[in-house]
């Protein structure tokens, strides 16, 4: 959508000109746009596509294709997916989770409710005698159906190889079956059975290290994989709550991404301080929010707290994205834990995990992918500079830039009024789009000319109510934000 033939005069006037296109018009125009893409998306994953190897972005701060091309790193945690998921259920949440934009689907191999005593959907254990070393095969046949399965699709496995609590009990079922000796050994296993498959290895099983022996335990398993695949595929660590990869790793070579989970605790809880952090270390490595507030998850564990809902996931998404992370995870609280009705809920789960495919949140995270893959947003930068007043708590606001200075996001969470530097954005004339992350839509304000300080009112206000500011050089003549005319 080009403002070439509504803008007359070739010298206009400094300050701000709006587009001649009625409002309702433009959403109108926009809206079918984005429905197109909708339709792209549907079509293509239903479609078998290459898997690339996947590598660190020359500047360490993202992730690539082996071609070079970026890889979005957006993930949903189906931790319980390969020990209770039967293959006709996998089949379905992946080719869900496929159609609505998903990247990498979080798995874990030894789960943690009873894994090791407990069967699978089809009778098998995965370990004789509790043994790492002694792996049974028709427990490994399903896991390796529904890695097929996931490549197929054109999604990545993030598999953990085990659960914490298998080597850090702390809580819940362990027991603790793993040392250095039988973790190396366990790892190349894994290490070599995937070595050719669609695999981003993900160690620690939200669990923290707490002694040197389980320090020995976690460089042991992950020495074991690289190992088994010549150093392959990319790894990295998930830890407790209010945990980062980056505390004990991040100057380990085998730690090719930070993690961190900034967990379920409150509502507002500020995850961009977790990005921001490891940001900041050198050397550089990209890092991403591995386990966010889940949807539909009680605050707290607490159910009289309330539930998180889809503003409180998109919030965290944006929030964290634009202070630097390459990617970001998605979680339902029905949806990892596969829970139906007959099935003991863990912390109060409430939804059958089939009808929670259909959450809004999961939905939105699509729109997100869209609306990041319709700029070059690996040249994207934090920048809290642009914004005069990034505010607090709920409305805390978030901004990121090109560096070349070809665009910016600006992420304001409950729809107040603010001011931003335009000036940072190249070019004489910048084009302006509020995008709508709730549906995708977008809407063309217009031509800004030469002020420094724009001031910017969101269409609507209040929690809920979140917008992005999208500042275009409007001689990139980038497509509206949002629309995804390849690459989905």
């Not at 290490?191 to 976690?218: C, F, K, M, Q």
């Not at 707290?305 to 964290?320: C, E, H, L, P």
């Not at 990121?400 to 000036?423: C, L, N, W």
């Amino acid at each position: 959508m080009s403002s070439k033939s509504t803008v007359g005069s070739a010298n206009p006037p400094r300050g701000r000109i709006r587009i001649s296109v009625h409002h309702s018009t433009t959403r109108i125009l926009v809206n079918w746009i984005c429905f197109t893409s909708v339709l792209f998306i549907t079509v293509v994953e239903s479609h078998p596509k290459s898997v690339q190897r996947l590598k660190v972005s020359p500047n360490n701060r993202f992730l690539i294709k082996e071609d070079g091309s970026p890889f979005f790193y957006l993930a949903d945690t189906a931790w319980e997916l390969f020990h209770r998921a039967r293959r006709e259920e996998a089949d379905k949440y992946l080719q869900d989770r496929a159609t609505k934009g998903f990247t990498v689907i979080q798995a874990v191999v030894l789960a943690e409710f009873g894994a090791l005593t407990v069967a699978n959907a089809y009778g098998h254990l995965p370990l004789e005698n509790n043994d790492p070393t002694k792996p049974l095969e028709a427990y490994f046949r399903h896991v390796d159906y529904i890695v097929h399965r996931a490549r197929e699709l054109g999604l990545y496995v993030g598999m953990l190889p085990t659960w914490g609590d298998k080597w850090n009990k702390k809580w819940g079922i362990g027991p603790e079956i793993f040392t250095r000796a039988n973790a190396e050994q366990f790892g190349e296993f894994l290490g070599r059975r995937y070595r050719d498959s669609a695999i981003i290895w993900i160690l620690g099983g939200d669990r923290n290290p707490e002694t040197d022996a389980h320090l020995d335990i976690v460089r042991a398993l992950a020495r074991g994989i690289r190992r088994g695949n010549s150093g392959n595929q990319l790894m990295t660590y998930h830890p407790m709550g209010a945990g980062k990869s980056s505390t004990w790793f991040h100057n380990d070579a085998w730690l090719d991404f930070n993690m961190f989970q900034s967990s379920h605790t409150e509502r507002d809880s500020p995850n961009y301080r977790y990005t921001v952090s490891d940001y900041s270390l050198i050397p550089p490595k990209p890092t991403l929010d591995g386990e966010p507030r889940y949807e539909d998850h009680p605050i707290d564990w607490k159910p009289e707290k309330g539930w998180f809902d889809d503003y409180d996931v998109r919030q965290a998404a944006y929030w964290s994205l634009l202070a630097g992370a390459c990617g970001h995870t998605y979680g339902n609280h029905n949806i990892w834990q596969m829970w139906e009705p007959g099935r003991d809920p863990v912390s109060a789960a409430r939804t059958p995990w089939q009808r929670a495919l259909s959450h809004p949140g999961a939905i939105q995270m699509g729109y997100l992918r869209r609306l990041f893959e319709s700029r070059p947003f690996m040249k994207l930068i934090p920048d809290q500079s642009l914004i005069n007043d990034a505010g607090t708590r709920a409305d805390h606001v978030r901004a990121a830039r090109a560096e070349d200075g070809s665009f910016a996001f600006v992420y304001i969470p409950t729809g107040k009024k603010i001011a931003v530097s335009i000036g940072k954005i190249k070019g004489q004339r910048i084009r302006g789009y509020w995008y709508n992350p709730r549906n995708g839509s977008s809407i063309l304000m217009g031509l800004f000319f030469g002020k420094v300080l724009e001031e910017f009112t969101p269409p609507t206000k209040g929690r809920g109510n979140d917008w992005v500011l999208v500042l275009d050089d409007a001689t990139r003549n980038f497509c509206p934000p949002g629309q995804v005319t390849a690459g989905l």
